[in-house]
């Protein structure tokens, strides 16, 4: 049996047409499916859409977060709902194609366990959104050892891997760094991002931004140890000019260097705010974390389970 999980917010105009392109994909596999749709909070009908598609289609089961959680917890909301041997997860805009399903599940029943879905480009993104996606991985890569360029939210996970992570206790998740972490044996398939037909991405500059802090947090402690390198640094310098002044002082030479007061000045305590903000966000994280609050909250659920509930 396949599950696929979609995560949606704000897609009343265009779930219908993907659940019916993921039906007939997942059909073409001659495996038994369910396709669980996770509504994140949508502020339009999405819900009322939804429930008239779990009306329609046996295999839909939805479930409505109580307020917009983000789609990271929508994507593990879905995982631990997923009853199937393999789980497929994918956007519901279509950018993500159905039709690659067949290849995907081919390549499961051939022994793999993860089976990626990587894009041969990405599409019409503007200059800034490659040069800073491309940015983001280097630094990823750097931080944590691990190469995400070719992860996406688009995948197949096993059973066995599905139930890694969602057994992993931490609030804060980053999906697609979570499922390069976990290994096994995975393999890739490419495509070719197509236009989203319509409405547009629900993620804003601040929401990427913030994405990206939780996933060098999330796999690297990297940052806070930088902080202790530019402590050394300071600490150093402040030793070489303590010593010249000390020098100058005795030799009775006149010190004018007030701009130099100043730049310095600033520089440290633009140092100083800087690695206090790296060294609040780990605390921030922990605080979050020692809170254990739960990562979502399910406020309704439609159709029907195995129990027939």
């Known amino acids: ?33 369910e396709i669980i749709v996770i509504d994140d909070g949508s502020a339009d009908d999405t819900w009322e859409v939804l429930k008239k598609l779990a009306d329609e289609n046996a295999e839909v089961k939805a479930y409505r977060f109580s307020r917009n959680f983000g789609k990271e917890a929508a994507l593990m909301a879905g995982l631990s709902k997923a009853d199937g ?9 279509l950018q993500h194609p159905p039709e690659l399903i067949p290849e995907m599940v081919k390549l499961w029943r051939e022994g793999y366990e993860v089976v990626e879905a990587v894009k041969k480009d990405r599409g019409k993104e503007t200059s800034v959104s490659r040069i800073s996606a491309s940015l983001f991985y280097k630094i990823m890569y750097r931080l944590s050892g691990f190469n995400l360029e070719n992860a996406s ?8 891997v599905v139930r890694e992570l969602v057994m992993m206790p931490e609030r804060e998740t980053f999906f697609r760094g979570l499922a390069v972490w976990v290994g096994y044996k995975r393999k890739e ?16 500059k601040l929401k990427l931004f913030r994405l990206a802090i939780t996933a060098f947090t999330s796999f690297s402690s990297l940052p806070l140890q930088f902080v202790t390198f530019i402590g050394i640094i300071f ?11 000390l020098i100058m002082k005795l030799k009775g030479w006149a010190i004018g260097g007030f701009t130099t007061v100043i730049l310095l000045l600033l520089i440290t305590g633009s140092c100083l705010m800087i690695s206090l903000g790296m060294i609040g966000i780990y605390i921030a994280r922990i605080y979050n974390e020692v809170k254990s609050r739960p990562r979502y909250i399910i406020s309704e659920k439609y159709g029907k389970d195995k129990s027939g509930e």
């Open 189 to 204: 398939v490419y495509f070719s991002v197509p236009e989203r037909e319509t409405g547009k991405s629900g993620w804003s």
């Open 1 to 33: 049996m396949l599950s696929v999980v979609i995560p949606v917010y704000n897609e009343e105009k265009q779930i219908g047409k993907t659940i019916k392109e993921v039906k007939d994909a997942v059909t073409r596999t001659g495996e038994e499916f």
């Open 235 to 245: 600490l150093i310098g402040a030793f070489v000019l303590g010593i010249q002044t």
């Open 153 to 160: 939210d688009f995948k197949l996970l096993d059973r066995k």
């Open 85 to 93: 041997d393999a789980c497929i997860t994918m956007d519901a805009d």
